[in-house]
């Protein structure tokens, strides 16, 4: 049975309206906007090489920062960003605690609570509707009456922190600061087009002392910014900004707003508010003794909010790293190489596995073994001698290029004669030999110096 998320009927444009929108409407429209050309192919390079699926609607959806229907690539690369993104905070503070929280609810002071987003059931509103002995006043409120007593659906990850502040105080001894961190999908407003949109966000929630939360958002921006730039192979793509007067939301004293500059203009990916102690206490009722905190004096702590869109920074680093490079064949004819040069921590392949000339049977049984050294070491491997297409090196290392693997080992006769390989990298194109034995640490060494720079 098919669930809709709907709006509360007081956000509606009008109550004909709306009845006709839920008896006609069974999807999700799409606004049909014109892509610009670094768009057109970066789009088409994720579909092609297995970071989104393919379909208008998909991709509509990605480019515009939204949670949508990931490939292999995509899923891998996702996940190396969201386990990134949690070790950088969780591990750049010593008291920021992981917490987990509804992603629905009922109470009315959840995310997205009265006016927000709700889950109904399509069958239920459409039992509502087919009454035809209702008068347009009774289906308003019946409708109504089913809004208030269906789920809200958080459309941030904020509200959940300020829930788990009063439960936390005991890890902390009520003692500032401290941080409360979580990832999962949230949902927006639609703009109009009928069907909220899915986002993966981020959430650091700082609870501090309230003569300290500027020079905290500050020392935020830094660590944030830092970060982005840390994977990027473009730094200076990425900047921040302060958030001008008449764009701050309400009860916030200060807003940042993390930028990055595609090529069909800037976006942001990441936005942080100092928004002193009124949220906190509305969310606890004002019950100022239970909040109390120590940093040297007693008070209320001020909260600092961190919020990102992972989705966005997905699309933000697959631009940045596209590279489209020329290069001369082997008759000497100029040619294009596009390149997708992702950090070697972000990559979602890091080795691709391929067989040379030779014995096909024993080079395989060599790949097997290589393989599952790999996969014990916990690096990424795309097996590549599976492939039953007779397929050129040239077009193979193309691909690979394409898909931003960072090395393509090649197993041949002298592997079998006396344990000798060949590497070649995807940032230099250069081909090199290695002993069977040195390969596994050469890579783990390779990530592990990337991820310290």
Not at 190 to 203: N, W
Not at 352 to 361: F, Q, S, Y
Request: hydrophobic share 35%.
């Amino acid at each position: 049975m098919l669930a809709h998320c709907v709006r509360s009927l007081s956000r509606c444009l009008s109550p004909l309206k709306y009845k006709l929108q839920q008896q006609t409407k069974r999807c999700c429209g799409s606004s049909q906007t014109e892509s610009v050309e670094p768009l057109g192919r970066l789009l088409q390079l994720c579909v092609d090489r297995h970071y989104i699926s393919p379909g208008h609607t998909n991709t509509e959806l990605f480019q515009r920062g939204h949670y949508c229907s990931y490939g292999p690539l995509g899923k891998e690369l996702r996940r190396n960003l969201l386990d990134q993104w949690w070790l950088s905070v969780t591990g750049s503070r010593t008291w920021v605690f992981g917490i987990d929280t509804l992603s629905s609810c009922h109470k009315q002071t959840a995310a997205g609570g009265p006016g927000g987003l709700r889950m109904v059931d399509s069958e239920d509103l459409k039992q509502i509707l087919d009454q035809e002995q209702l008068s347009k006043e009774q289906l308003i409120q019946e409708v109504h009456t089913r809004l208030q007593k269906s789920p809200s659906l958080r459309t941030n990850l904020f509200q959940g922190a300020l829930e788990q502040f009063v439960p936390s105080l005991e890890l902390v001894n009520r003692k500032l600061p401290f941080g409360l961190a979580e990832t999962g999908v949230c949902f927006q407003h639609s703009g109009g087009s009928g069907c909220p949109a899915e986002v993966t966000q981020t959430s650091v929630v700082w609870f501090c002392s309230p003569r300290t939360s500027s020079q905290w958002l500050d020392h935020w921006t830094r660590q944030r910014l830092k970060w982005w730039r840390k994977f990027a192979l473009s730094p200076s793509s990425f900047s921040s900004s302060e958030v001008p007067p008449e764009e701050l939301e309400e009860g916030a004293a200060r807003g940042v707003r993390i930028w990055y500059n595609f090529p069909w203009g800037q976006e942001f990916l990441e936005t942080l508010w100092s928004r002193g102690d009124a949220e906190l206490l509305h969310t606890h009722k004002g019950a100022r003794s239970k909040l109390q905190c120590r940093d040297g004096r007693k008070s209320i702590p001020h909260v600092i909010s961190v919020t990102g869109n992972m989705d966005r920074g997905m699309l933000a680093f697959l631009s940045n790293s596209l590279q489209q490079l020329k290069k001369e064949d082997g008759k000497k004819r100029l040619q294009q190489r596009k390149v997708l040069k992702l950090h070697p921590v972000l990559a979602p392949v890091k080795v691709a596995l391929d067989i040379g000339r030779g014995a096909t049977m024993e080079l395989r049984q060599v790949c097997e073994g290589l393989l599952q050294e790999f996969l014990e070491a916990r690096i990424s491997v795309w097996p590549g001698y599976l492939d039953t297409l007779p397929t050129s090196m040239e077009q193979l290392n193309a691909r690979y290029d394409e898909m931003g693997v960072l090395f393509t080992v090649v197993i041949s006769e002298s592997t079998l004669e006396s344990g000798v390989l060949q590497v070649r990298s995807r940032d230099t194109t250069i081909r090199e030999t290695m002993h069977i034995s040195e390969i596994k640490s050469f890579l783990s060494k390779y990530v592990s110096a990337a991820n310290s720079i």
